[in-house]
């Protein structure tokens, strides 16, 4: 006996991608309801290989009977939409902000806090971390159980698909208009992304952070311990699919490299690419389409008592986001939502 599931927000990259996770990692599905905004009524989205869903409305939806619910639609949205669904019953995975601070909504990464997914049935809504948030604490999970980690320092390379269909567009359109000597047009992105690093994700905060930054900060606190120092600089860069890390760790005891590649290596989630030679690391191109965080140029940081520093790349639309919904749904059936046979 299978569950009942719904997509919110099924034909954006998050959306189609959900979709795409689910028919690859043969969850089991009885129903799947592909569901978003009323202009998009009609529209198909694949399913699996051979299967094609038509979208309903999801302001008219009516969640009774649906298991669970895979949300990303938006953070304004998800406000409205995601406690309905949980009123009628359904637990809801969203993949917005929206929720991610709420003390009564669990923030998952299963390999690393899997416990808290237990929380659930507060308010029967469990938060997606940000994508940037969850490779990182993937990675830095296995090294906080080999020596307590005091600080990190974070700089991003956040690909253009965080930001959406339009983002991605932008920069393909930009890219072929320095090439023909067309004009540059800006519509998602506040500068010329094309040829460009932007270090500027979402909106500015009173203290000059981006709230992306934030975000890395508080969720890491809550997701793996709360006394971890987080301060990022978030960076839109040239990237269509794929977020890249570079990590400062500052420990409260001595680790060295070898303890560290032993203890990443044993990290579910987790591949270990570092070599010192050319090509001896991963980069976003050779991360899209994959699901695992990979870790690569792990070092020692000789400005800091105890440090090391890694370089973290993971397919932001998978891991950072659909992928890890998907996981956190299939722990809810294994764990909490088992059906009869």
Known sequence: MGYRVAVVGATGNVGREMLQTLAERNFPVDEVVALASERSIGREVSFGEDKVLKIHDLATYDFKGIDIVLSSPGAKVSAVHAPRAAKAGAVVI????????????PLVVPEVNGHAIAGYA???????????????????????KVAKIKRV????????????????????????????????????????IAFNCI??????????????????????????DPDI???????????????????????????????????????PGVTVIDHRADEGYVTQ?????????????????????????MW????????????????????????YLRKAA
């Open 285 to 309: 191109v050779e991360a899209a389409g994959d699901d695992p965080v990979y870790v690569s140029r792990i070092r020692k940081d000789p400005t800091v008592k105890h440090g090391l520093t």
């Open 229 to 267: 120092q987080v301060v990022a600089t978030c960076v839109r860069v040239p990237v269509f699919i794929g977020h890249a890390e570079a990590v400062n760790i500052e420990f409260d005891k001595p680790i060295s490299e070898d303890e560290a590649r032993a203890a990443l290596k044993a990290q």
């Open 312 to 335: 973290v790349v993971s397919d932001n639309l998978r891991k950072g986001a659909a992928l890890n919904a998907v996981q956190i749904a299939e722990e809810l059936t294994k764990q």
């Open 94 to 105: 969203d993949n917005t902000s929206h929720f991610r601070m709420d003390p009564d909504v």
């Open 153 to 192: 320092v974070v700089a991003t390379y956040q690909s253009v698909s965080g930001a959406g269909k339009e983002a991605m567009d932008e920069l393909f359109n930009q890219t072929r208009a320095v090439y023909v000597n067309d004009p540059i047009e800006k519509k998602k992105l506040t500068k010329q």
């Open 122 to 144: 507060k308010r029967h809504i469990i938060a997606n971390p940000n994508c940037s948030t969850i490779q990182m604490v993937v990675a830095l999970k296995p090294l906080h």
């Open 199 to 224: 270090p500027h994700i979402d909106v500015f905060m009173p203290d000059g952070a981006t709230k992306e930054e934030w975000k890395m900060a508080v969720e890491t606190k809550k997701i793996l």
